[in-house]
């Protein structure tokens, strides 16, 4: 198991969990209960009915019936036949359906199921050549596959666009966006699509509506260019070398992590340097010296402190390749994180430079992603 994966902040892991958690929406709900003020507003989106699934789907049907062979139209309806009932999945059956009338579909299908790279939505999907029920199912259910596998990135660009009000599956649609926006640390976009989900907190499946308010409290509470969110960053290019992506968009994440580190680490320094500093200027301050150490004041008073105030002057390197540190630079970060975090983030960091050391990047980098 990636080390990185282990040592996040708890809070961060809730976007692993967010991706178990992509399921339908079909799955029985919890009964209404009392929400907060702010989510009980008016509902800008609705929730279908099996039955309603059902009557949308016949009518698609019906209208490609005429426009396709007939031996294309009869598995068509043989299939959604088939997997009629209040059990099934509408998703899964809608692919289904489009997949044995379409091989572009079923490609698609296998595509999403494999490990290689999917560089965003086929041009057909987007064409107008598939109807608009089957166009967006099949869309929404490329996207919550590719959350359950992880690839949030590219879950997104299938999500991204899709409308909750005419979605098969909408609490899905609205779960699995914000779950990658909360991955991708698009805390605004993920706290926005969240306190949409949450409009029926009392009708979507009780999963949802624990898991929405976790991640929604947790992307409020991140703060830019803490530790916390310099380890999110971190984990999200694991995941993405994981899976073979070492393109541009992975050095990106990874350049901005350095940046980051050398930022909080200066800061830490400069304060140290501060404390350091006041403090000898109290000491001189008090009249005399004995032994060679600062005395105590005498009485109660304001301290005329003397010291110089100079501040270690640093040179942060422009462009620095990527785990690539000087080994001191490294161990001095390290140190610096042991002593004023929770041991957690140093694991994290030391766990993420040894991984690139032993050439963990180059490997991927090779397959030219």
């Known amino acids: 198991m990636n080390p990185l994966r282990r040592v996040a902040v708890p809070a961060a892991s809730l976007a692993v969990v967010a991706a178990g958690f992509c399921l339908s929406a079909a799955a029985t709900s919890p009964p209404a209960a009392a929400g907060d003020a702010e989510l009980d507003r008016e509902p800008s989106w609705s929730i279908p009915t099996p039955a309603d699934v059902e009557t949308r789907g016949r009518r698609w049907l019906e209208e490609l019936a005429g426009s396709v062979p007939a031996d294309v139209s009869s598995r068509g309806q043989a299939v959604w036949s088939r997997t009629a009932g209040s059990a099934a999945d509408p998703l899964d ?25 999917l560089a965003g939505p086929p041009d057909w999907l987007q064409d107008g050549t598939l109807a608009t029920f089957a166009r967006d199912a099949v869309a929404l259910w490329a996207g919550r596959e590719l959350v359950r596998r992880d690839r949030f990135d590219e879950a997104l660009e299938f999500l991204t666009g899709l409308d909750p009000t005419t979605a098969v599956d909408p609490a899905a649609l609205l779960f699995c966006r914000a779950a990658c926006q909360h991955w991708l640390l698009d805390t605004a976009a993920a706290v926005e699509t969240l306190d949409r989900l949450l409009e029926r907190h009392g009708q979507i499946p009780l999963r949802y509506a624990r898991v929405a308010a976790l991640l929604r409290a947790d992307a409020a509470a991140l703060e830019s260019g803490s530790l916390d969110h310099i380890a999110r960053r971190m984990r999200d290019s694991t995941r993405r070398l994981d899976l073979g992506g070492a393109g541009p968009a992975t050095r ?3 350049d901005g992590v350095v940046e980051s580190l050398d930022r909080l680490i200066e800061s830490l320094e400069k304060e140290q340097q501060q404390q350091a500093g006041a403090g000898a200027g109290g000491g001189a301050g008090g009249g005399g010296r004995q032994g060679g150490q600062a005395a105590p004041l005498d009485d109660s008073r304001i301290a005329d402190g003397k010291g110089r105030g100079d501040v270690q002057k640093r040179e942060i390197a422009v462009g620095e390749a990527w785990g690539s540190l000087p080994p001191h630079r490294r161990e001095e970060s390290l140190q610096q994180i042991g002593r004023e975090f929770p041991p957690h983030y140093r694991e994290a960091i030391e766990q993420y430079f040894k991984r690139l050391a032993t050439g963990g990047e180059e490997g991927e980098r090779a397959r030219g992603r």
Do not use: S
């Not at 489009?98 to 490609?107: F, G, L, N, T, Y």
């Open 93 to 117: 059956r809608i692919m289904e359906t489009a997949a044995a009338m379409d091989a572009r579909v079923a490609e698609l299908g296998r595509a999403v199921a494999g490990r290689g790279h």
């Open 252 to 254: 990106q994440v990874q």
